[in-house]
T-cell receptor, first 115, second 111 residues
Framework: GAGVSQSPSNKVTEKGKDVELRCDPI?????LYWYRQRLGQGLEFLIY????????KSGLPSDRFSAERTGESVSTLTIQRTQQEDSAVYLC?????????????FGEGSWLTVV | GENVEQHPSTLSVQEGDSAVIKCTYS??????FPWYKQELGKGPQLIID?????GEKKDQRIAVTLNKTAKHFSLHITETQPEDSAVYFC??????????FGSGTRLLVRP
């Protein structure tokens, strides 16, 4: 069915631990995006997948951040050795394919708090 | 670099009045300009979009205008209602198909 699904919806982790955030795009959507939104701020682009390839990962803030996508479906964003400044909502979005002819739909986000 | 400026950052209007939010972008190659509405604790939802082959688009109480020469576009909401209260983001699509977002406008509609 439905829309873009993300899990967990909320995650509290200790500084220094690794976290994995999951995104299930809308079925059949080949393009998938990750964005970060700090409290009260706009959306920062992290990475874009077309199929299982990432033609644009220019927004990943450091080598602690990585993402992969398998089966042209599920994507996982991994943050290693989390820092307090990583606290934010991580939003996943998908579209039928890359390009402006296709609407980009967002999930509800995964709220990450690093303590 | 890629940039879009959005104004105002906050906007308070009386129910029934109009609200206007403006954005200016830098990438002259952009051809797609969506607007998203984000309610508290939710993901952004597309409310209207416009492509560069038109100057205006309307959908009921919402309209968007685009001036490609001046590189700015605006969202107009008429007859505002309390349920219009949310954060609104403008965006444009860059050459690698990702959306670049403005910093958002928090709209409050007072009953």
């Amino acid at each position: 069915g439905a829309g873009v699904s993300q899990s967990p919806s909320n995650k509290v982790t200790e500084k220094g631990k690794d976290v994995e955030l999951r995104c299930d795009p809308i079925s059949g959507h080949t393009a998938l995006y990750w964005y970060r939104q700090r409290l009260g701020q706009g959306l920062e682009f992290l990475i874009y997948f077309q199929g299982n390839s990432a033609p644009d990962k220019s927004g990943l803030p450091s080598d602690r951040f990585s993402a992969e996508r398998t089966g042209e479906s599920v994507s996982t964003l991994t943050i290693q050795r989390t820092q307090q400044e990583d606290s934010a909502v991580y939003l996943c979005a998908s579209s039928l394919m890359g390009g402006s002819l296709n609407t980009i739909y967002f999930g509800e986000g995964s709220w990450l708090t690093v303590v | 670099g890629e940039n879009v400026e959005q104004h105002p950052s906050t906007l308070s209007v009386q129910e029934g009045d109009s609200a206007v939010i403006k954005c200016t972008y830098s990438d002259s190659a952009s051809n797609y300009f969506p607007w998203y509405k984000q309610e508290l604790g939710k993901g952004p939802q597309l409310i209207i979009d416009i492509r560069s082959n038109v100057g205006e688009k309307k959908d009921q109480r919402i309209a968007v205008t685009l001036n490609k020469t001046a590189k700015h576009f605006s969202l107009h909401i008429t007859e505002t209602q309390p349920e219009d209260s949310a954060v609104y983001f403008c965006a444009y699509e860059d050459s690698s198909y990702k959306l670049i977002f403005g910093s958002g406008t928090r709209l409050l509609v007072r009953p």
